[in-house]
């Protein structure tokens, strides 16, 4: 088990803590990409669909 003296050296993990946290947040930040991105397309998506039978109901 690790224990750490305080919050300080568990941040430092023992020197590695840049390290750890940075693969930390960009794995956070790529985990919100997956679910942004096919968030935004599908609204696109939709937005042209409407425009689409918008524009062939006025014709």
């Known amino acids: 088990m690790i224990a750490f ?3 300080t050296d568990f941040l430092a993990m023992d020197g590695h803590g840049a390290y750890v946290w940075s693969a930390y947040g960009s794995c ?10 096919p968030l935004l397309t599908r609204r696109r998506y939709l937005n042209d669909l409407a425009r689409r039978r918008r524009r062939e109901v006025s014709r």
Do not use: H, Y
Not at 28 to 37: D, G, K, P, T, Y
């Open 28 to 37: 956070l930040a790529l985990m919100a990409l997956n679910v942004v991105l």
């Open 5 to 7: 003296e305080s919050f």
